[in-house]
């Protein structure tokens, strides 16, 4: 059973287009995470959700929207898609706030965009 | 300065050798400090963390931590080609959102 899964997991769109990825925790966790990782392999955070709630958005273009129906999963919308947004996306989840380091990922969706 | 600095390689160690990753960061506050391996394709994974000033070892790993210089390292003894991957270093500051910065990475190559 995979404990973070996040579909689909490759993306190839024009640019303008708009795209959704979904993503799923079975571990019971609190918080979940959206994070971004560039071609030279920086990880950067994108979104936070505690128990449904947003806590951090970190400067990330209001073309990108998440939702977290319940706190097993975060899902994210992406409208307009420019060339810059491809890159790896992965999910995450933690136990808790309390417990932000200790991730564990999904296996990422690779959105690369025309 | 990057609140989050390593080395970004490759560094190459022959089979059997000790790797030393390096880390260093910008905020003297940080709390917790965090190495990730991430092989080529794949998803970050968490393999050690480390909380206190010193030396942390489990098995081949070993975190080691000195808040004065700012500094976390990550050893791998007898290093194995299966290691070769990067590696990823993460800080939980002080105050704020308690969110990771990640480092960029050190790419790591052991060869036979």
């Known amino acids: 059973d995979t404990a973070v899964s996040q579909t689909p997991k490759y993306l190839v769109t024009q640019m303008g287009n708009d795209k959704s990825i979904k993503c799923e925790q079975n571990l019971g966790h609190d918080t979940m995470y959206w994070y971004k990782q560039d071609s030279k392999k920086f990880l950067k955070i994108m979104f936070s959700y505690n128990n449904k709630e947003l806590i951090i958005n970190e400067t990330v273009p209001n073309r990108f929207s998440p939702k977290s129906p319940d706190k097993a999963h975060l899902n994210l919308h992406i409208n307009s898609l420019e060339l810059g947004d491809s890159a790896v996306y992965f999910c995450a989840s933690s136990q808790s706030l309390e417990n932000t380091g200790e991730l564990f990922f999904g296996e990422g969706s690779r959105l690369t965009v025309l | 300065q990057k609140e989050v600095e390593q080395n970004s390689g490759p560094l190459s160690v022959p089979e059997g050798a000790i790797a030393s990753l390096n880390c260093t960061y910008s905020?003297?506050?940080?709390?917790?400090f965090f190495w990730y391996r991430q092989y080529s394709g794949k998803s970050p994974e968490l393999i050690m963390f480390?909380?206190?000033?010193g030396d942390k070892e489990d098995g081949r790993f070993t975190a080691q931590l000195n808040k004065a210089s700012q500094y976390v390292s990550l050893l791998i003894r007898d290093s194995q080609p299966s290691d070769s991957a990067t590696y990823l270093c993460?800080?939980?500051?002080?105050?704020?959102?308690?969110?990771?910065?990640f480092g960029r990475g050190t790419s790591l190559i052991v060869h036979p």
């Open positions: 993460a800080v939980v500051k002080s105050g704020g959102s308690y969110i990771p910065t």
């Open positions: 480390i909380y206190s000033n």
């Open positions: 905020d003297r506050g940080s709390q917790s």
